[in-house]
């Protein structure tokens, strides 16, 4: 029997019922983000741009909710004692997922225990320096250091950041000795290093792109293992005879221990349809951040993979915060 175009719309209109029904069995009825860092930073900006695509699945609302201090591990602490149903989940760079449990003596949490959703983004670290030292490449600059040791400052984020490791194992890897001056954050940092108080800093390309764009710092090397798209003439470690110097800041959404395989997957799969926006990427990339979307156990693989080398470079440089 031929269907109505009105019996036609009304078997649509259950389907979509249906696909809305099984989509709210799949997710809790609101999401609450945390990001155990200020907002304004990468940190922030990348989960707040996929939570815009999350909203339509949650009818209660997606909330970013920054909750920081202490590395990261105030917020951390708060998720991972949250109710295991999806509804509470945690988007952070490396610090309380891969890095704290190497520097703190005793924390709120295991680390061990987070159960990953997604990797959401890699940004690749590079190599800054102000435009007046007499280096053109990176090859240039160890030469130089090396002939100038322990007098060569490098600026961080902070004890322990990503920018301090990452100092850290290229000093390993080449032999330089420079010294360390840590910082409250990227900013302070990028401004003493524009106004030549500090010779060098390892940071996350999205900060340091425009002053190397304006001519007022210059980035010798990107630590990826590809060039990045933001700034594709600038040549990786790899390319300059450095290939184990690959250091990225990552960006994941974890969940507390607990939390269903079910729940998991559904929560992944809507992180990586979020992913693949056009718009989404577009504004990835001007924080020149690589989206990812991996499942579960890829990102945990990746993690366990990034704890591990990191624990190794925080021995030999013997960091620690407490």
Request: glycine share 8%.
């Amino acid at each position: 029997m031929m269907m109505t175009p009105v019996r036609r719309l009304g078997a649509a209109c259950l389907a979509a019922a249906c696909l809305l029904g099984s989509a709210a069995a799949q997710n809790p009825q609101s999401l609450k983000i945390v990001v155990p860092y200020p907002a304004g930073g990468t940190a922030d900006i990348l989960p707040r741009v996929v939570a815009e695509k999350l909203r339509p699945l949650f009818p209660g609302g997606v909330v970013i909710d920054n909750r920081t201090g202490a590395g990261g591990n105030i917020g951390a602490e708060a998720v991972f004692r949250a109710e295991p149903d999806g509804g509470t989940l945690m988007a952070s760079p490396p610090g309380p997922i891969a890095i704290n449990q190497h520097l703190y003596k005793k924390l709120g949490f295991d680390p061990a225990k987070w159960v990953p959703v997604t990797v959401l983004a890699t940004v690749p670290n590079v190599l800054v320096v102000n435009p007046k030292l007499p280096v053109k490449n990176v090859q240039e600059f160890i030469a130089y250091a090396k002939a100038n040791p322990g007098k060569l400052s490098y600026g961080s984020q902070g004890n322990g950041t990503t920018s301090h490791l990452t100092a850290s194992l290229f000093m390993q890897l080449t032999g330089t000795e420079m010294v360390h001056v840590p910082y409250k954050g990227t900013a302070p940092a990028l401004v003493d290093l524009v106004g030549g108080q500090i010779d060098v800093f390892f940071d996350n390309i999205s900060s340091s792109l425009p002053f190397h764009q304006a001519g007022k710092l210059r980035i010798l090397g990107v630590a990826d293992e590809q060039r990045s798209r933001a700034l594709p003439e600038v040549p990786t470690f790899a390319e300059q005879k450095l290939p184990a110097m690959n250091a990225v800041t990552w960006f994941v959404v974890v969940a507390p221990p607990g939390t269903p395989p079910a729940r998991v997957a559904s929560t992944q799969k809507a992180f990586a349809d979020a992913l693949a926006h056009p718009d989404v990427k577009l504004k990835f990339d001007e924080q020149g951040a690589e989206p990812r979307g991996w499942d579960s156990a890829r990102s945990g693989q990746f993690i366990r993979a990034e704890a591990a080398k990191w624990d190794k470079v925080i021995k030999s440089a013997h960091v620690s915060l407490d």
